[in-house]
């Protein structure tokens, strides 16, 4: 089962990407890929100026997928960037900075969340999120892979949130509620 479509098996943020570049004047279509018409899905991409990528890297090496698909498809991906087309986001892009460490590197600029971290330590994990969880809930995603596994909501649980980040700190007897979701 794929967690991470709707219904109508895009993924639950396609949708609104889509609408949105059309809204700022531009055309956009979902197409799926296929890894058995990896041809197929190559001459129809040919005709779009670039490409917004919702595949999460290593979803086409999950068992049960053709083998050596992750691999085409990235290729490809970076054949349409060799050819001057935009590709958001590459799979050379991907490689060198990983969707977390994206998320903090734009957290102070009006798209980001000032209070976004990436923990590489016990110590920065220990003070960085005692800090955030005092403030407000969060999401917690470990730093591996993008197949949506290992992301946690986190509440505090019979205590007030206090009212900036950096006004108070967990202590160790206060309960969190967690739980486990995919994307």
């Known amino acids: 089962m794929n967690t991470d479509k709707d219904k ?37 991409i040919e005709a779009y100026d670039g490409l917004i990528v919702r595949i ?13 698909a992750q691999k085409k498809f990235d290729d490809l991906m970076m054949v349409m960037v060799g050819k001057g087309k935009p590709v958001w986001s590459s799979p050379a892009v991907q490689t060198q900075l990983g969707a977390k460490d994206a998320l903090v ?5 009006s798209c980001g969340l000032p209070d976004t971290y ?25 730093n591996r892979g993008s197949a949506g596994e290992g992301i946690w909501l986190v509440w505090l649980e019979d205590k007030e949130y206090c009212a900036n980040l950096g006004d108070a700190s967990l ?13």
Not at 24 to 39: K, N
Not at 171 to 183: P, S, T, V
Request: hydrophobic share 35%; glycine share 8%; aromatic share 8%.
């Open 118 to 142: 990436a923990y590489y330590d016990a110590a920065q994990l220990e003070e960085g999120f005692k800090k955030s969880c005092a403030f407000q809930p969060r999401v917690v995603k470990q």
């Open 171 to 183: 202590e160790d007897g206060d309960k969190l509620k967690l739980m486990e979701m995919n994307d």
């Open 105 to 109: 590197m734009i957290k102070d600029l």
């Open 8 to 44: 109508t098996w895009v993924r639950y943020d396609s949708t609104p990407i889509a609408n949105g570049v059309t809204r700022a004047g531009a055309s956009c279509d979902l197409i799926d890929y296929t890894p058995e018409d990896h041809d197929g899905f190559a001459a129809k």
């Open 56 to 68: 999460n890297p290593g979803q086409l090496s999950a068992p049960g997928v053709v083998e050596g």
